[in-house]
């Protein structure tokens, strides 16, 4: 069956540092993969779509990578700081829809 | 900026109770989607539909069902509510062409007693 794995576990990080959250998925073959940030009781934000022939893709602090060989993505915040303390949610599409991860939580703390 | 409006916050309801969820967008979107959000199962989807009057079942259709009549608005109806029904309900849309994200509307914390 399709999954979408991210770690359940919160990411806690000193902000200035650089968060890294992972996506991996199974039994997919995305032409393109996106990523989104939700606050709590909020629904959630598009930040970033990736397509399978990029293997980066930057927008201001966010950096995200796409390993279609690993079925991995990596999302990078750069410089992150106590605002940037969400869930973020990857998710690839399966037909019209799109599928989300469960989410990892960061934590920035000053 | 595409704006998606769930009608309400907060929401509670008895068991049993017919319960109507709207969702407008403002933005002409084809494509219009309900999820349900728990903690530990994440977002999951319930029914989507591209198109007036056209709907598709997504992963967790039973005990729900839709109805879009017009473009801009896609309501979620609850047959007859039941406990475990009790979640977090997101409306989201996106225009044609998937490489695009989808914009959800700030979500009803649905309570059913």
């Known amino acids: 069956s399709q999954k979408i794995e991210q770690n359940s576990e919160a990411l806690n990080i000193q902000e200035g540092k650089t968060a890294t959250l992972t996506c991996n998925y199974t039994n997919y073959s995305p032409a393109y993969l996106q990523w989104y940030r939700q606050d709590p009781g909020r629904g959630p934000v598009f930040l970033l779509l990736i397509r399978e022939n990029e293997k980066e893709k930057r927008k201001e602090r966010l950096k995200v990578t796409f390993d279609t060989t690993l079925k991995q993505s990596l999302f990078h915040i750069t410089a992150s700081q106590p605002a940037d303390s969400a869930t973020y949610l990857c998710a690839l599409v399966r037909g019209y829809a799109l599928n989300f991860g469960k989410g990892t939580s960061l934590l920035v703390t000053p | 900026d595409v704006k998606v409006t769930q009608s309400s916050r907060y929401l509670v309801k008895r068991t049993g109770e017919k319960v109507f969820l709207e969702c407008v967008q403002d933005?002409?979107?084809?494509?219009m989607f309900w999820y349900r959000q728990d903690p530990g199962l994440g977002l999951r989807l319930i029914y989507f539909?591209?198109?007036?009057?056209?709907?598709e079942k997504g992963d967790i259709p039973e005990g729900y069902s839709v109805s879009r009549e017009k473009k801009e608005r896609f309501s979620l109806i609850l047959e007859s509510a039941s406990t475990n029904q009790t979640s977090m309900y997101l409306c989201?849309?996106?225009?044609?062409?998937?490489?695009?994200?989808?914009?959800f509307g700030s979500g009803t914390r649905l309570t059913v007693v």
């Open positions: 933005m002409d979107h084809e494509n």
């Open positions: 539909s591209y198109d007036v009057k056209m709907k």
């Open positions: 989201a849309t996106r225009t044609e062409g998937q490489l695009y994200g989808y914009t």
